[in-house]
T-cell receptor, first 117, second 113 residues
Framework: GAVVSQHPSWVICKSGTSVKIECRSL??????MFWYRQFPKQSLMLMAT?????????EQGVEKDKFLINHASLTLSTLTVTSAHPEDSSFYIC?????????????FGNGTRLTVT | GNSVTQMEGPVTLSEEAFLTINCTYT??????LFWYVQYPGEGLQLLLK?????DKGSNKGFEATYRKETTSFHLEKGSVQVSDSAVYFC????????????FGTGTSLTVIP
């Protein structure tokens, strides 16, 4: 089945530094990838939609200059949290769907636990 | 618009008990419906799906039937195991809404031996 690999699975960084999270589709090409944020015991909050070869579409309230998204190929999207602050600590999850789009399911990475100290 | 409403948890059951997690939806047109499962510290995994009315999705003993007349997609399992302890998310996607996914708030299930 479709596999999405997310790396790293956890990261601890100091306030003010930047962190990059990678999301790869291993056995399919993903024209669209999605980045979610999940707070403890809560549902997923869609942050942005990443489209290969074009600018990401950010949801209302998500700072595009703080959460930089790059989708340079059909198998890789990256999320960079710039100038991280403790309030950015969260669980970040990426997902992807294949080129068939339509009603095909989302495939999720295993998430990245970010802790900013 | 599109939305998904899930029964609130947490749900605690004894092993081998019957499970139902309710999910209802609001959507224009004919959405596809999904159940995802999230184990602690992990991302979401697709559990089952149904793409049209009266379809039944099933996997690992879990089932859900797409009921258009009641706009529901309730998740059921006849006999839960401790390993089923996880958070379950109901979701829909809809061509008429640009294929964006809409998730319920999740229902936490704990199965005790």
């Amino acid at each position: 089945g479709a596999v999405v690999s997310q790396h790293p699975s956890w990261v601890i960084c100091k306030s003010g530094t930047s962190v990059k999270i990678e999301c790869r589709s291993l056995d399919f090409q993903a024209t669209t990838m999605f980045w979610y944020r999940q707070f403890p015991k809560q549902s997923l909050m869609l942050m942005a939609t990443s489209n290969e070869g074009s600018k990401a579409t950010y949801e209302q309230g998500v700072e595009k200059d703080k959460f930089l998204i790059n989708h340079a190929s059909l198998t890789l999207s990256t999320l960079t949290v710039t100038s991280a602050h403790p309030e950015d600590s969260s669980f970040y999850i990426c997902s992807a769907r294949g080129q068939t789009g339509g009603n095909s399911p989302l495939h999720f990475g295993n998430g990245t636990r970010l802790t900013v100290t | 618009g599109n939305s998904v409403t899930q029964m609130e948890g947490p749900v605690t059951l004894s092993e081998e008990a019957f499970l139902t997690i309710n999910c209802t939806y609001t959507a224009t047109g004919y959405p596809s419906l999904f159940w995802y499962v999230q184990y602690p510290g992990e991302g979401l995994q697709l559990l089952l799906k149904a793409t049209k009315a009266d379809d039944k999705g099933s996997n690992k003993g879990f089932e859900a039937t797409y009921r258009k007349e009641t706009t529901s997609f309730h998740l059921e399992k006849g006999s839960v195991q401790v390993s089923d302890s996880a958070v379950y998310f109901c979701a829909l996607t809809n061509r008429l809404s640009g294929n964006q996914f809409y998730f319920g708030t999740g229902t936490s299930l704990t199965v005790i031996p």
